[in-house]
T-cell receptor, first 118, second 117 residues
Framework: AQKITQTQPGMFVQEKEAVTLDCTYD???????LFWYKQPSSGEMIFLIY??????QNATEGRYSLNFQKARKSANLVISASQLGDSAMYFC???????????????FGKGITLSVRP | GAGVSQSPSNKVTEKGKDVELRCDPI?????LYWYRQSLGQGLEFLIY????????KSGLPSDRFSAERTGGSVSTLTIQRTQQEDSAVYLC???????????????FGEGSRLTVL
């Protein structure tokens, strides 16, 4: 089974509107971290937001918020007031600790392309 | 600069040649990762170094791929007898997180674009 699933092939949003990018994950580990990265056409990977599995509150960072639904194993990214510069590829990722101190690599989903229309 | 540095930024090679890609992580970061990204695709995990622990090599696609990290800092990814399917962007990232930690975002370099003719 895939660890991180991003099934939306491409998303379009009007400038200044909000958009939700979906991400579901699969793990049996109680301790894990969820990350979202943005990759514009320039290719750089930009960290956006982090959510820990034990965090009680949904993470927020400026216009980015994470809709964390633990029971559903979903960690959707919400971008409010979209800007033209938000057009990019967005990746959801998860870090697990398989054995303490042994494995904490980040596993990425296949990504979602977001296009913001003026 | 204070970021992750990768070289070369672009490499064109002929099928069958060996290539070395270098990564200089952020000073003090104990974790170093290599990922591969084919055109328009997601990031494929290759290898992960954490401090002095044995590296996690579970993502290396074949024995033509190897990586080392000297002195807990600079890392070199080596691809022997390159094939056309090796063409991709190879991304290096570092993190300050410990092996047992789930926090600590990865800081990525700008990647090395490899083209195998």
């Amino acid at each position: 089974a895939q660890k991180i699933t991003q099934t939306q092939p491409g998303m379009f949003v009007q400038e200044k509107e909000a958009v939700t990018l979906d991400c579901t994950y699969d793990t049996s580990d109680p301790s894990y971290g969820l990350f979202w990265y943005k990759q514009p056409s320039s290719g750089e990977m930009i960290f956006l937001i982090y959510q820990g599995s034990y965090d009680q509150q949904n993470a927020t960072e400026g216009r980015y918020s994470l809709n964390f639904q633990k029971a559903r194993k979903s960690a959707n990214l919400v971008i409010s007031a979209s800007q033209l510069g938000d057009s990019a590829m967005y990746f959801c990722a998860m870090r697990e600790v398989i054995r303490t101190g042994a494995n904490s690599k980040l596993t990425f989903g296949k990504g979602i392309t977001l296009s913001v229309r003026p | 600069g204070a970021g992750v540095s990768q070289s070369p930024s672009n490499k064109v090679t002929e099928k069958g040649k060996d290539v070395e890609l270098r990564c200089d992580p952020i000073s003090g970061h104990t974790a170093l990762y290599w990922y591969r990204q084919s055109l328009g695709q997601g990031l494929e995990f290759l290898i992960y170094f954490q401090g002095n622990s044995a590296p996690d090599k579970s993502g290396l696609p074949s024995d033509r791929f190897s990586a080392e990290r000297t002195g807990g800092s600079v890392s070199t990814l080596t691809i022997q007898r390159t094939q056309q399917e090796d063409s991709a962007v190879y991304l290096c990232a570092s993190s300050s997180g410990s092996g047992g930690s789930v926090t600590g975002e990865l800081f990525f370099g700008e990647g090395s674009r490899l083209t195998v003719l």
